[in-house]
């Protein structure tokens, strides 16, 4: 990825806006621009990163790449990010300010909080987890928790101290409490924390490994309860390599039919309707209680 700024480059604006006018460039926000090609081979995540590089680079030196920014430069899974604005954030208390393309932070901020990724000035992955949850629902909370738990070593209790009284601190801290360090994706963060709003779904273990009689590992599964139902988060990853992954994961369930386990497996589309999970997982309890 090459980015070509305005104030060290020698083309003038005129040869700018041509090359933009015939599709040879784009611009990625202002005085920063890069070539069709490689615009058109980026990700939304790379594209995101591009114009929060961009933007840090037209920033005074006590700017630090915050919230939904630092985790994509961290490239920290988190839940539906917002990518309409590039977040910095600065040490301070009190307001800020919010653009269409910039939302400026002031809050307190130690040195503890932040750290270097790509020579740029980020918030650690605590912080950034932190700040998120501060400012989103439970649910994408603990997904951003539990993403920081999975990625790094993250010292969430002495972050979160250090952060103070703020807006939105108390479900950061109900997120911190119900974390897991054991769930493996976002989708199961995701499922977890879908769980929780239910009284009828009792907390499920996690990452348990089930055995044979022989003592050999059948499976290692994303959730059980009791060990008579599993629960699987189906991301769809696992069936990368083809038909083989098909038959091996068959396979797997076979196996754990065959030590008195009933499975269930629900994706995202399950996730982004919680009733239809919930009415899956209450049907898969009922069928393991007879």
């Known amino acids: 990825m090459t980015l070509l700024h305005r104030s060290t480059s020698e083309v003038t604006d005129a040869t700018l806006r041509g090359l933009v006018s015939r599709g ?10 890069i070539t069709r090609q490689e615009w058109a081979a980026a990700s939304a995540d790379e594209r995101y990163r591009m114009r929060v590089l961009s933007t ?4 005074s030196s006590d700017a630090v790449a915050s919230h939904e920014s630092a985790a994509v430069l ?4 988190i839940l539906a990010p917002d990518r309409t604005r590039v977040h910095i ?3 301070g208390r009190g307001g800020g300010s919010t653009s269409s393309t910039v939302a400026e932070h002031r809050v307190p901020l130690t040195a503890s909080d932040i750290m270097l990724v790509d020579g740029l000035a980020v918030t650690t992955p605590a912080r950034t987890a932190l700040d998120i949850a501060c400012t989103v629902p439970f649910e994408a909370a603990l997904c951003a928790v539990e993403s920081a738990l999975r990625c790094h070593r993250a010292d969430l209790p002495g972050t979160l101290e250090r952060m103070g009284r703020r807006r939105g601190v108390g479900t950061a801290r109900r997120a911190v409490d119900m974390a897991s360090p054991l769930t493996e994706s976002i989708g199961e963060s995701w499922s977890r924390a879908l769980m929780m709003r239910w009284p009828e779904v009792p907390a499920p273990r996690l990452q348990h490994v089930f055995r044979d009689v022989d003592g050999r590992v059948v499976a290692r599964t994303d959730f059980d309860w009791d060990g008579t139902l599993v629960g699987e988060f189906d991301g769809m990853v696992k069936y990368e390599g083809g038909a ?4 091996q994961e068959k396979l797997r369930e076979d196996a754990l039919r065959a030590l008195g386990c009933h499975v269930v497996r629900w ?3 399950d996730l982004r309707e919680p009733e239809r999970l919930r009415r899956l997982l209450a049907a898969a309890m009922e069928r393991a209680s007879r």
């Open 56 to 59: 840090l680079s037209r920033r």
């Open 89 to 91: 954030s600065m040490d």
């Open 244 to 247: 083989s992954s098909v038959v």
């Open 74 to 77: 961290h490239r920290l899974p």
């Open 267 to 269: 994706t995202w589309a």
């Open 24 to 33: 040879e460039l784009v611009r990625v926000s202002r005085g920063t621009y």
